[in-house]
């Protein structure tokens, strides 16, 4: 694979419903971030991976909101009850060592 | 206080020529690394330029360098002969510490417009 994969690329959804996203890192990547979005502002993170295990939260990312990457591979956000304010661009990052980290296309949530 | 800054919220550069988009940081860590991202309106952050704090040199990759002034905290990036292609946000970021792990801080972005 040549890059990190994310889907689906957008998702509209109506207020109160659940969403969950789909990131595949590069294969040999051990490390996968999420960020979220939004328009105007820098990426702010929102939690990250080391193989299987969640290392770290922000505390941006409230209960509503969950991440898993069983078996180290691929990881899902998954959003409980969304609001309009949830409404973002939802990056997901890879990386193996210091020098860079790889990001996919995003995901677009718009949240009516 | 901010990590990163970066105070141009947009600029203008003529085809073929030079622009430089500034960055400031902070960080008491001693080992952390400095790194710009250009987002074209496709939404990907495409990944340009990487700085370690021990680097000695500049860092460059083709027409892009970082300046690298570690006295000030600062790391602006240097796009040399301007295309139209590059016109797009350009983030700057930082990681800190020896831990690889660690989460990026970006900054609020700078937006480029090339003029033909």
């Known amino acids: 694979d040549t890059g990190v994969s994310q889907d689906p690329r957008h998702k509209i959804t109506k207020r109160g419903q659940n969403v969950t996203f789909r990131c595949d890192p590069i294969s040999e990547h051990n490390r996968l971030y999420w960020y979220r979005q939004t328009l105007g502002q820098g990426p702010e993170f929102l939690t990250y991976?080391?193989?299987?295990?969640?290392?770290?939260k922000s505390r941006l990312l409230s209960d509503r909101f969950s991440a898993e990457r069983p078996k180290g591979s691929f990881s899902t956000l998954e959003i409980q009850r969304t609001e309009q304010g949830d409404s973002a661009m939802y990056l997901c990052?890879?990386?193996?060592?210091?020098?860079?980290?790889?990001f996919g296309p995003g995901t677009r949530l718009t949240v009516t | 206080a901010q990590k990163i800054t970066q105070t141009q919220p947009g600029m203008f550069v003529q085809e073929k020529e030079a622009v430089t988009l500034d960055c400031t940081y902070d960080t008491s860590d001693p080992s952390y690394g400095l790194f710009w991202y250009k987002q074209p309106s496709s939404g990907e952050m495409i990944f340009l330029i990487y700085?370690?704090?021990?680097?000695?040199q500049n860092a460059t990759e083709g027409r892009y360098s970082l300046n690298f002034q570690k006295a000030r905290k600062s790391a602006n990036l240097v796009i040399s002969a301007s295309q139209l292609g590059d016109s797009a946000m350009y983030f700057c970021?930082?990681?800190?510490?020896?831990?690889?792990?660690?989460?990026?801080?970006f900054g609020t972005g700078t937006s480029l417009t090339v003029i033909p």
């Open positions: 970021a930082m990681r800190e510490g020896a831990n690889t792990g660690n989460q990026f801080y």
């Open positions: 991976f080391q193989n299987e295990a969640q290392l770290e």
């Open positions: 990052a890879s990386s193996f060592g210091m020098k860079s980290a790889i």
């Open positions: 700085q370690g704090s021990y680097d000695q």
